[in-house]
């Protein structure tokens, strides 16, 4: 079985290699994948800027087919459409598992980077993880549910950062950007959704889906609440500088490097600064309710589902941000 494989730390270093083919312990399933979402986070583990146990097949943003099972796994999953949570394995036993943030776990282990992922035809992963998809959800689209898992979980959690009309400016608008976009307005706020020029398609995407958009070079917008998607320097930047006094600043984005920000500015204007690192059990419950009850639209977000062999094309497209989402099919 071939599989995109980060082969070695450092920059570079990833093809399509050999891989184990799966087999599901105790508790287990195999997925044959259906799509396997390019996620910022690939790029960084490409770039050398995200750890990894090497080596490893990337990939885990996932929607697949239940194709085995291993003991002690209910029957009914066996050929069952899903999305999986991202974890392998966590300690169970630490004041953050207890507490049901798994995320935050010391020994969490997760697909495509401390295990087998997605980019390949069949990963195992822990039945615990599985989500049944909606039967009219393309399987393709229904690989975004991670990422809407991980926006879900920086936007409502431990609480709604967004309240009943509340002014929601939302920097960058790649698919993250677009889903906290959906997300806040299903919270209730009324969402701007800002770029730079380079970003017109993305902007389109977001008309597209009823939002008011702008981009950094036009007039300056404040709001109640922030939520930073670019990871980029000029884009928390442009944040900070745009939350009102007494406003709330959500940091989704990853830099993959250190940054230097106006930070005067959470002390001037009293913001409150909160995030969210992967997703949890609970996050992915109201990602699975918020696309059941079509308050979130991934489909619009899918560019192209792209062959793994095509991968190097989907992922400098994916950099360039030639489009919003491409899905690998294995």
Not at 50 to 73: C, F, K, N, R, W
Not at 111 to 120: K, L, M, W
Not at 202 to 207: G, K
């Amino acid at each position: 079985m071939r599989g995109l494989t980060k082969l070695a730390p450092g920059a570079g270093n990833v093809a399509l290699a050999e891989r184990p083919e799966p087999a599901p312990g105790q508790g287990q399933v195999v997925l044959e994948v259906v799509g396997a979402g390019i996620c910022g986070t690939d790029l960084h583990i490409v770039d050398g800027e995200y750890q990894t146990i090497t080596p490893v097949t990337m990939g885990h943003e996932v929607s697949g087919v239940v194709a085995e099972l291993g003991d002690e796994v209910d029957e009914s999953w066996l050929g069952a459409r899903v999305a999986s949570e991202t974890y392998f394995s966590t300690c169970g036993r630490c004041a953050h598992c207890r507490a049901g943030r798994i995320n935050l776990c010391l020994e969490r282990q997760s697909i495509g980077t401390h295990v087998d992922g997605a980019f390949a035809p069949r990963l195992v992963v822990p039945s615990t993880n599985l989500h049944r998809l909606p039967a009219w959800l393309d399987g393709h689209a229904a690989a975004l549910c991670e990422p809407l898992a991980c926006v879900c979980h920086s936007v409502l959690e431990p609480e709604s950062a967004v309240g009943a009309g509340d002014d929601v400016l939302v920097t960058g608008p790649g698919p993250v950007g677009l889903l906290a976009a959906q997300v806040a307005r299903a919270a209730g706020g009324s969402v701007r959704v800002r770029g730079t020029p380079q970003d017109d398609r993305r902007l389109a995407a977001a008309r597209e889906l009823g939002f008011e958009t702008s981009t950094t070079e036009e007039t300056p917008v404040d709001a109640d609440v922030v939520i930073e998607c670019s990871g980029s320097e000029a884009g928390m930047a442009h944040g900070l500088s745009a939350a009102r006094r007494g406003a709330r600043y959500v940091q989704i984005g990853l830099a993959g490097k250190p940054v230097s920000l106006p930070f005067d500015l959470v002390c001037f204007h009293e913001l409150t600064i909160t995030s969210g690192f992967a997703s949890t059990p609970t996050s992915w419950a109201k990602a699975l309710e918020l696309v059941t009850e079509r308050c979130v639209e991934l489909a619009p977000l899918l560019t192209e589902v792209v062959p793994l062999e095509e991968w190097e094309r989907a992922f400098a497209a994916t950099r360039a941000a030639e489009g919003i989402k491409f899905v690998l099919d294995p």
